[in-house]
Every structure is written in structure tokens, then in C-alpha cells.
Nanobody, 116 residues
Framework: VQLVESGGGLVQPGGSLRLSCAAS????????MKWYRQAPGKERELVAR????????NYADSVKGRFTISRDNIKNTVYLQMNSLKPEDTAVYYC??????????WGKGTLVTVSS
């Protein structure tokens, strides 16, 4: 089982990034997918999630209207489009897969730094 995040980097405030998480080794379409983030000195927080069936989405209040989560069940990939980035969005972003019986997989994270 692997979840591999990519797309992080350094961006100026107001800029955009798209994170990707490529999944392998499990039936991706049956798993709810989530993006978490952890800023230095802070606890990990849930940013966005998308259901396995129907693709319903939920967002943290802090990113609502700026971030969009989506999934491609053919490419086994989940995305996080991040627009209007702020310095407080700086964090390591993690991909999480939760299965029908509570199976829980994590990626190793990708660093997003928002700074001028």
C-alpha cells in the first residue's frame, strides 16, 4: 500500500498550488480520501475530505472557498487545488485513505510554504 503526495513547494501569498496523492495497493474507489495538514508546533488538522461514492466534499472553515478536493478513480489519485494561499496555510500536507472497515492509510506528506 502506498500513498505518495506531490505538488508542494514555495509559493507567494495569493498564489496557487495543486497537490496530488497517488494511491496504489488497495481498491482506491472504495476509500474515503482526506487531506490533513500540520503546521510547525501545531496539531494535525483535517483540511478536506471526499467520499468514496458520490464524491461528496467537506472543508475546514479556514479553507472553505479557497481549496477544492477532487478524485479520479481511474487514475487512483486525489487532488487538492489550493488558491488564494495565505502564510497560515504553510504546513506539511498529508493524504489519508479510510476504508469501509476503518482501514487507515497515510502518506508521508508534502511541504507547502507560503511566503514572500
Amino acid at each position: 500500500v502506498q500513498l505518495v503526495e506531490s505538488g508542494g513547494g514555495l509559493v507567494q501569498p495569493g498564489g496557487s498550488l495543486r497537490l496530488s496523492c497517488a494511491a496504489s495497493g488497495f481498491t482506491f474507489s472504495r476509500f474515503h480520501m482526506k487531506w490533513y495538514r500540520q503546521a510547525p508546533g501545531k496539531e494535525r488538522e483535517l483540511v478536506a475530505r471526499i467520499t468514496s461514492i458520490g464524491g461528496s466534499t467537506n472543508y475546514a472553515d479556514s479553507v472553505k472557498g479557497r481549496f477544492t478536493i477532487s478524485r479520479d478513480n481511474i487514475k487512483n489519485t486525489v487532488y487538492l487545488q489550493m488558491n488564494s494561499l495565505k502564510p497560515e496555510d504553510t504546513a506539511v500536507y498529508y493524504c489519508n485513505a479510510v476504508g469501509p472497515i476503518g482501514t487507515d492509510y497515510w502518506g508521508k506528506g508534502t511541504l507547502v510554504t507560503v511566503s514572500s
